[in-house]
């Protein structure tokens, strides 16, 4: 696995993250695709921040085993799923953060809309603040299973794109690759902020 790059490039995404403070105490998980039918998931329960080539366990696709035995994030089922979805997802960021956490909560909807904000063009393609951009949120679930089914057929009507939120816990997003999975990361944790703060004060 020494000369897989995009793996480099998640470690590195993996550092940043925890530099930012985007996955406290263990929260948060990684991946990679490795071709068609794996990806290498970050293993369960490690600060996130800190994370080796080492700590990325094999994971197949379609049926969640681990060819290792070893144990993979507790939500690898998140992960898997939109590799399944997307053949081009090439990686997936989950994060915990202060804003996706609080935003997810306040809004007591399926979706959080974000629109007037030019950051909205850090997602791909979209090429105007005048769009609306929809990303869902998913009431939690401890049954992983459960809540991927759930995304799945609510996937069905209404195509996924970017990421979506888990109501009080956090955002998965992802890309073709690492780098447009941190700059979704980014952009959204960016819009996130904005909007969590034109909330509160256009509340007043
Ligand atoms: C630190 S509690 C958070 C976990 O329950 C989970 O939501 C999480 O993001 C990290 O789980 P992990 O199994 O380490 O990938
Ligand atoms: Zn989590």
Same mark, same amino acid.
């Given at each position: 696995? $020494? %000369?897989?790059?995009? *793996?480099?490039?998640?470690?590195?995404?993996?550092?940043?993250?925890?530099?930012?403070?985007?996955?406290?105490?263990?929260?948060? #998980?990684?991946?990679?695709?490795?071709?068609?039918?794996?990806?290498?998931?970050?293993?369960?329960?490690?600060?996130?921040? #800190?994370?080796?080539? !080492?700590?990325?366990?094999?994971?197949?696709?379609?049926? &969640?085993? @681990?060819?290792?035995?070893?144990?993979?994030?507790?939500?690898?089922?998140?992960? $898997? *799923?939109?590799? +399944?979805?997307?053949? /081009?997802?090439?990686? =997936?960021?989950?994060?915990?953060?202060? #804003?996706? $956490? =609080?935003?997810?909560?306040?809004?007591?909807? &399926?979706?959080?809309?974000?629109?007037?904000?030019?950051?909205?063009? $850090?997602?791909?393609?979209?090429?105007?603040?005048?769009?609306? @951009?929809?990303?869902?949120?998913? %009431? #939690? %679930?401890? !049954?992983? %299973?459960?809540?991927? /089914? +759930?995304?799945?057929?609510?996937?069905?009507?209404?195509?996924?794109?970017?990421?979506?939120?888990?109501?009080?816990?956090?955002?998965?997003?992802?890309?073709?690759? @690492? &780098?447009?999975?941190?700059?979704?990361?980014?952009?959204?944790?960016?819009?996130?902020?904005?909007?969590?703060?034109? +909330?509160?004060?256009?509340?007043?």
């Amino acid at each position: 696995m $020494t %000369d897989f790059l995009p *793996l480099e490039h998640l470690v590195a995404a993996c550092h940043w993250i925890g530099a930012k403070g985007w996955a406290p105490a263990t929260g948060g #998980n990684m991946s990679v695709r490795q071709g068609a039918e794996y990806c290498l998931l970050s293993a369960s329960g490690k600060d996130k921040g #800190n994370l080796t080539r !080492d700590d990325f366990i094999q994971v197949e696709i379609a049926t &969640n085993l @681990v060819p290792s035995g070893r144990k993979p994030s507790a939500e690898t089922g998140l992960h $898997t *799923l939109i590799y +399944r979805l997307f053949p /081009q997802a090439g990686a =997936v960021l989950h994060t915990h953060t202060v #804003n996706s $956490t =609080v935003l997810s909560r306040v809004e007591k909807g &399926n979706a959080l809309l974000l629109s007037g904000y030019e950051m909205q063009k $850090t997602l791909a393609g979209q090429d105007t603040h005048l769009n609306t @951009v929809a990303i869902p949120v998913f %009431d #939690n %679930d401890q !049954d992983i %299973d459960a809540l991927a /089914q +759930r995304i799945e057929a609510f996937a069905a009507d209404m195509p996924l794109q970017y990421g979506f939120l888990l109501r009080g816990h956090g955002l998965t997003c992802w890309g073709k690759d @690492v &780098n447009e999975a941190r700059r979704h990361l980014e952009g959204l944790e960016f819009l996130f902020e904005c909007e969590l703060q034109r +909330r509160l004060l256009e509340a007043k």
